[in-house]
T-cell receptor, first 116, second 113 residues
């Protein structure tokens, strides 16, 4: 069990470009979450998947954002036509829904996006 | 709705105890978590407590929950310089199926030698 991994760790892009981030959850975890963290703030929930189904999306997730988890394993988060306000750390977490109701979320190292 | 608040900064000397405080607003059954974040890194889960508990201890960490005041604290005994980081309190409530974490703004702990 290697933990949650995210790629890339850092991304610098120009305004208007599209970017895609990848998250690989802990193996056998059936839930996967995306959060966004801006400087000096706590993470904010964006969306989550149970297996391949996207079950909830935050109002923070504008039409320029799309997330997928096609086979219920890794997930991608795409931002189209990036804006400077998209600059943030994008965090992925995973959890396993089992007998325990805690649904404890384990986080990856994050992808830091800078939009110039 | 949920709202989580924390003090922004705490400074202690190595070897002292640190107490980081958090208040939350959701009155339904809830899980409350403490995460640690070092510069440029993701969040490391430290511990959690369910809202029907008053206290939980795990090695140097003690979590106290005052349900009446919706107040949560994290005590770190014998604080070390390696404990310097940002500590986030987070709530997952029954209202959202315990699925969505709502985080505070974080408390920056600085431990001086």
């Amino acid at each position: 069990d290697t933990g949650v991994s995210q790629d890339p760790r850092h991304k610098i892009t120009k305004r208007g470009q599209n970017v895609t981030f990848r998250c690989d959850p802990i193996s056998e975890h059936n839930r996967l979450y995306w959060y966004r963290q801006t400087l000096g703030q706590g993470p904010e929930f964006l969306t989550y998947f149970q297996n391949e189904a996207q079950l909830e999306k935050s109002r923070l997730l504008s039409d320029r954002f799309s997330a997928e988890r096609p086979k219920g394993s890794f997930s991608t988060l795409e931002i189209q036509r990036t804006e400077q306000g998209d600059s943030a750390m994008y965090l992925c977490a995973s959890s396993s829904v089992g007998r325990s109701r805690t649904d404890t979320q384990y986080f990856g190292p994050g992808t830091r996006l800078t939009v110039l | 709705g949920e709202d989580v608040e924390q003090s922004l900064f705490l400074s202690v000397r190595e070897g002292d105890s640190s107490v980081i405080n958090c208040t939350y607003t959701d009155s339904s059954s809830t899980y409350l978590y403490w995460y640690k974040q070092e510069p440029g890194a993701g969040l490391q889960l430290l511990t959690y407590i369910f809202s029907n508990m008053d206290m939980k201890q795990d090695q140097r960490l003690t979590v106290l929950l005052n349900k009446k005041d919706k107040h949560l604290s994290l005590r770190i005994a014998d604080t070390q310089t390696g404990d310097s980081a940002i500590y986030f309190c987070a709530e997952a409530s029954m209202n959202t199926g315990f699925q969505k974490l709502v985080f505070g703004t974080g408390t920056r702990l600085l431990v001086s030698p």
